[in-house]
């Protein structure tokens, strides 16, 4: 049987994680999410996948290339000019499908049983059968409504609150035959949810929603990609972890890694190869370190996840926070629940990344700062706000239009009520 994976994605959600990189190469567990899928797909006896791709196509083809590595065969197609649209993708390669076939997101994390799917969609006779989750809050999902038959009867893509009429959310995985690409007009861009399904649905074409048992996550953004990991990694997905050897209960490693014998981990953790762990290192339960990652004495980490080629520095203290490949965290610096560190920047001595801010690639935190925004454009976050002459910076990306508004609002905070402040500005029109 054949499988579409619709890796083309951008992933603009999970930025700055994906400014070098598309959405399904980013790592679960130090694997790509595509990795999981392709190996979802080869034990639901999927043998050849056709990635369709757009943004960054050559990542992934570098990294799979004909696929026989992970046991299947694999192909690309390439939108070039522009982008299809999830259907429209699928329609460009309609001449490789020519019985049933899968299609299915590469930016999920699912164990679904894809074969009793597949069972549902013949005994139904089925021209497409959606595979459906149930979820506490669908209001970010397309919502599908069935009767008491699992004949599809209504779609509604991202309901608001007063407009969600039910639990069970598309999970962009669908057993498709053929024929339906018919309905897809010829290289336009178009959607699965909202142009083929209402058609066929309008056109009385047999179309059913089959509800998965199992587990299923939308990687759609900065909070879902951790909370992923983390329940991966307590086992809650049924995931092939045998990349690396699991040393104890709740505890792998990857090959070549050295741990010093004073360094303290609270399972489950995950280590890759060749890594360094010194001295009275605290690893608690919930990290994920990739493989090449050095870590310096006396370093506390707590659920961070820590992609390839990182180093941390001693003393550093990482909390629940995302450090991108080739990061250096230097000697005391902290970054905080929910940051996020583009590739190869620095975050220097006793530097502090508050919640939630998220650093862009290549930037470099000077020692002692403390970043309290975003760091996008330029390429510095300086400890001290005053120079020589005040504070400086370039229009709209060292000193930004909240930037001022902050600055105005702390400066105003120092003064009484009712007192006159002088504005004023030099005769240049920028």
């Not at 897809?184 to 048992?213: H, I, N, R, T, W």
Request: glycine fraction near 10%; hydrophobic fraction near 40%; include cysteine.
């Amino acid at each position: 049987m054949r499988a579409v994976l619709m890796a083309g994605g951008s992933g603009t959600r999970l930025r700055p994680l994906t400014c070098d990189m598309p959405k399904p190469m980013v790592p679960i567990l130090n694997r790509p999410i595509a990795e999981h899928i392709v190996n979802l797909l080869q034990r639901n006896g999927v043998n050849e996948i056709i990635a369709t791709l757009y943004y960054l196509p050559d990542v992934m083809r570098d990294y799979f290339n004909d696929g026989h590595d992970f046991g299947v065969h694999m192909t690309y197609a390439v939108e070039e000019d522009q982008p299809l649209g999830t259907a429209g993708c699928v329609k460009n390669i309609a001449d490789l499908l020519d019985e049933t076939f899968f299609v299915i997101s590469g930016d999920s994390v699912t164990d679904f049983d894809l074969q009793a799917a597949v069972r549902f969609h013949k005994e139904k006779g089925s021209k497409a059968t959606l595979v459906l989750a149930r979820v506490p809050n669908p209001i970010e999902f397309g919502v599908v409504i069935t009767d008491e038959n699992c004949a599809i009867k209504r779609f509604l893509e991202k309901p608001s609150t007063s407009e969600i009429f039910s639990d069970t959310v598309n999970t962009g995985t669908y057993i498709l035959e053929p024929e339906v690409l018919d309905y897809l007009p010829a290289d336009q861009e178009c959607d699965f949810s909202k142009d083929l399904f209402p058609l066929l649905l309008e056109k009385g074409e047999p179309m059913y929603g089959y509800v998965a048992d199992g587990y299923w996550c939308d990687v759609g953004h900065l909070d879902a990609y951790r909370e992923a990991q983390y329940d991966v990694l307590n086992r809650k997905v049924e995931m092939d972890l045998n990349y690396y050897e699991e040393k104890s209960p709740g505890l792998w490693i990857g090959q070549n890694t050295e741990i010093d014998p004073t360094a303290k981990i609270q399972p489950p953790v995950m280590i890759g190869s060749n890594c360094r762990i010194g001295a009275r290192v605290n690893i608690e339960s919930g990290s994920i370190i990739g493989d090449n990652v050095t870590i310096g004495n006396d370093a506390d980490l707590k659920r961070p996840i820590v992609w390839n080629g990182a180093i941390i520095g001693e003393e550093s203290h990482l909390r629940a926070c995302v450090i991108g490949r080739g990061t250096r965290v230097d000697r005391r610096a902290h970054v905080l629940e929910g940051a996020v560190i583009g590739a190869l920047s620095t975050v220097g001595e006793e530097a502090q990344i508050s919640p939630g801010v998220r650093v862009w690639p290549s930037k470099q935190i000077e020692s002692g700062a403390t970043l309290n925004i975003n760091l996008i454009w330029g390429n510095t976050a300086q400890r001290n706000l005053f120079g020589q002459r005040g504070v400086s910076g370039l229009a709209n990306i060292d000193i930004t239009p909240e930037f001022a508004v902050k600055l105005g609002a702390a400066y105003g905070s120092t003064l009484k009520p009712g007192v006159n402040i002088t504005v004023s500005r030099d005769q240049r029109s920028i």
